[in-house]
């Protein structure tokens, strides 16, 4: 092979490889895109809020609910109270630098996505009152990041992950008002509610009893022998919390 032949196949290789990677997404835009367009069309929103996630508009810092770090990262996804239905896109799981997900007071349904447990960095979920059946994602249990989680006033069932237990990062974590039983974990959270859930109990007993109340966790019974937590004084931490890192554009 002579020098000219050389030089041919070596640029012709350049070619190739500035082709094959000029469509790649720089920094996880393109990939952050494509998940939270999955989002949008498993969603079902009646007052637009969601109205200018657009492909066409590749800029995800732009569009509202979306929350982006200094660097372009979307961070953040905030839409508590806007009528959202339908059903949580599995495809969330692919937001891997997403802190907090604020999904709050919608009308929301179906299966928690299991992919939520690949989100390394979350610290804040809140899907509460919404219309989540099944089961509690046993994946949650990866969420070693996690700070607070409430899951309250939604129709899940079965178990409490005994797993959950290892999330020593947790401050807060709501399940009252579901349809939870089995046995109970002891959480290292602060506060920890499982008001509501008249089929949890605690080893070796048939109902929940104060003297199996998690040493980590302010507490007290109710008339039904289910205990509630005292979260006066958490709860303005959480929102504060939250707030500090402005989840809404």
């Not at 492909?55 to 810092?61: G, Y």
Request: glycine share 8%.
């Amino acid at each position: 092979m002579n020098i000219r032949t050389e030089i041919s196949v070596l640029v012709c290789c350049l070619v190739f490889f500035c082709l094959s990677t000029s469509g790649s997404p720089s920094n996880g835009v393109g990939s952050e895109v494509i998940a939270l367009m999955g989002i949008k069309s498993f969603l079902v929103d009646p007052i637009g809020v969601l109205e200018n996630w657009d492909e066409a508009s590749p800029d995800p810092c732009s569009w509202s609910m979306v929350t982006c770090s200094a660097d372009g990262q979307v961070i953040g996804l905030g839409a508590p109270s806007q009528g959202l239905s339908g059903v949580l896109a599995p495809s969330i799981g692919n937001l891997t630098n997403i802190q907090t997900v604020l999904l709050q007071d919608n009308n929301i349904s179906g299966n928690i996505p299991s992919e939520i447990g690949k989100l390394s960095k979350l610290q804040n979920l809140d899907l509460s009152n919404n219309n989540f059946c099944g089961q509690i994602p046993t994946t949650f249990s990866h969420l070693k990041n996690l700070e607070f989680l409430r899951l309250t006033g939604n129709n899940l069932s079965g178990e409490i992950p005994a797993s959950l237990a290892n999330l020593t990062d947790l401050h807060l974590i709501d399940l009252s008002f579901n349809n939870l039983s089995g046995k109970v974990p002891i959480f290292p959270a602060q506060v920890f509610n499982i008001e509501g859930n008249p089929y949890l109990y605690t080893k070796g007993t048939d109902k929940v009893d104060k003297g199996s109340l998690p040493n980590s966790s302010k507490a007290k019974l109710n008339k039904s022998g289910i205990f509630y937590v005292i979260t006066i004084l958490m709860v303005p931490y959480y929102y504060s919390h939250l707030w500090d890192s402005s989840f809404f554009i």
